[in-house]
């Protein structure tokens, strides 16, 4: 019952997510600051009241790391959203879910952890997929790729801290305080790039912050309701569902390559978080 439970949630978290993707692609002609500025500060309305109402602290306990994971954050969200600029929206998501190579890497060093080379293989995997895309996808925009994979770069880097956090802070005052310094720093960098939302669009600017809030959320609960390995891979679905939206939505067309990159990175991934998973069971019951 608890699996199916967090199937449905996730089913529900990467819908949400990839809602907030078509936002953000239908947005194209606002700068991407000015995206962060407004899907922070939707946030906050949720993450303050949960604080408030359960009576956690704002400030935290270990703010050094909070405001670390939020700045690194702050900086993937940004290059995520300048790439959909010059991507299309299902390859810009793509490349950004490389982060967990970067985390790996970034964790040999600062966390002293291990790689099996199982892992090395389906990373590469996952980076062949990049390559094809880059090599063979002519129509791919060299900029957009490279601030996709910056974007990708800093997301390994908010796992790395993320794990120095632990259970040290709750979980929503780690949003909480990501909310906060992207909502300054998206606020301070729009200044001189600001566009006047018209219409609905200012209902869809404060409906980033919304799907976000609740991406996050069933996010969470789905993997408070099962293993891992069970539900991490079903986080892919994003893809699938912001590739659909690309199409149908904005008439963005996926070559054979593009599509094949994308297929490869989502395979080298998934296989990944499932090795972790079973490698993980294999030991406890050692």
């Not at 967990?100 to 966390?111: C, G, R, S, T």
């Amino acid at each position: 019952m608890e699996v199916k439970s967090a199937i449905k949630f996730m089913l529900i978290s990467t819908l949400a997510f990839a809602c907030m993707n078509a936002i953000i692609k239908h947005l194209v002609h606002v700068s991407a600051y000015q995206i962060v500025f407004f899907r922070s500060i939707s946030s906050l309305v949720f993450t303050f009241t949960f604080l408030i109402k359960n009576n956690i602290s704002i400030l935290g306990n270990q703010k050094k790391l909070l405001v670390t994971r939020s700045i690194v954050g702050v900086t993937s969200m940004t290059f995520f959203f300048m790439s959909t600029k010059h991507l299309p929206i299902g390859t810009a998501v793509s490349l950004r879910y490389i982060a967990p190579i970067f985390a790996a890497i970034f964790a040999i060093f600062l966390l002293r952890e291990k790689v099996k080379p199982w892992q090395w293989f389906f990373f590469a995997m996952a980076f062949l997929g990049v390559l094809i895309l880059k090599g063979f996808d002519t129509e791919l925009n060299t900029y957009g790729l490279l601030l996709a994979c910056l974007s990708a770069v800093f997301s390994g880097l908010v796992y790395v801290t993320i794990s120095k956090i632990g259970k040290g802070d709750h979980p929503v005052v780690v949003v909480n305080y990501f909310m906060v310094i992207s909502t300054i720093v998206g606020g301070i960098l729009s200044v001189n790039n600001w566009v006047t939302p018209e219409g609905i669009e200012w209902m869809l600017l404060f409906g980033l912050g919304v799907f976000g809030y609740f991406g996050q959320l069933f996010m969470t609960k789905a993997f408070q309701a099962a293993a891992t390995n069970v539900v991490a891979p079903l986080k892919y679905l994003e893809v699938l569902y912001t590739v659909l939206f690309g199409v149908f939505m904005f008439s963005e067309v996926y070559t054979f390559w593009s599509l094949l990159g994308i297929a490869l990175i989502i395979a080298g991934l998934v296989l990944n978080v499932v090795y972790k998973g079973k490698s993980k069971q294999n030991s406890s019951h050692r």
